[in-house]
């Protein structure tokens, strides 16, 4: 049965400010005089989901106060980003706690890689309806979509695998298959939408599609907010968690 979800996503100033709340909290790790102040936006950058706030957290290990550093390295476990691996394991620590931490920072984080699928994806892609936006927006958000499905437990098929093979992975892991793909338009508001056509994989059955939208800000702002939202109600949607 064709199940059809619209859901519209207002954008808000906090939506619109991922960047500009990722570079504040840069300033404050960086050249925030009270360690607290620093540990504390350390924190915060793991918090955000932004892949972004990789560099800053790195160079966070490099902070004269052990509390700093081994906030930095919480902050690199919460963040999920495997690319944070290798400044943890290129560190060398001093301090007997803030060592601890970055171990489980690394360890967490070789986990994350490690876990075993929820369900397979043949992603794709995304297409660009609006006609308007730059090759590299729409590269970074094709790129944004497949960091969160992988973050909600996909597993990503390589492209133009066969349905023999794609029958094998799923028999292996013993998960759902899933094509997605993605397209970018423009709304009667003057904001965008990304809207996500869902079928089975292989089999290509037609599950359903899940648009999100918002307006009041910029097409990279709009994107970076509608991504993370995007993939959330597709998971709720076809009840990947379950």
């Given at each position: ?16 400010q991922v960047d500009a709340r ?145 029958q094998g992975i799923l028999k ?71």
């Open positions: 049965m064709r199940l059809l979800v619209a859901l519209l996503l207002l954008a808000t100033p906090a939506l619109a990722v570079a504040f909290l840069t300033k404050q790790l960086e050249k925030g005089k009270d360690p607290r102040a620093r540990s504390q936006a350390a924190l915060v950058l793991g918090a955000t989901e932004e892949p972004e706030a990789v560099r800053p957290l790195c160079t966070g290990l490099e902070d004269p106060s052990e509390v700093v550093r081994a906030a930095a390295a919480k902050g690199l476990a919460t963040l999920k980003e495997p690319s944070g691996l290798d400044c943890l394991k290129k560190h060398k620590e001093a301090d007997a706690a803030t060592l601890v931490t970055i171990r489980d920072a690394i360890k967490a984080l070789e986990e994350f890689k490690a876990r075993p699928p929820r369900l397979y994806v043949d992603f794709q892609g995304v297409k660009d309806k609006t006609g308007s936006l730059a090759p590299e927006l729409l590269k970074i958000t094709e790129e944004r979509l497949k960091r969160r499905l992988v973050h909600a437990g996909a597993l990503l098929a390589p492209p133009k695998e066969s349905k023999k093979a794609a292996k892991h013993g998960v759902s298959g899933y094509r997605l793909s993605a397209e970018i338009q423009k709304t009667d508001g003057g904001g965008l939408k990304i809207a996500i056509l869902c079928l089975s994989y292989p089999e290509l059955a037609l599950l359903g599609q899940v648009d999100v939208a918002a307006s009041g800000a910029g097409p990279e702002d709009l994107l970076k907010a509608l991504v993370p939202k995007a993939i959330q109600d597709v998971a709720q949607t076809f009840e990947w968690s379950t």
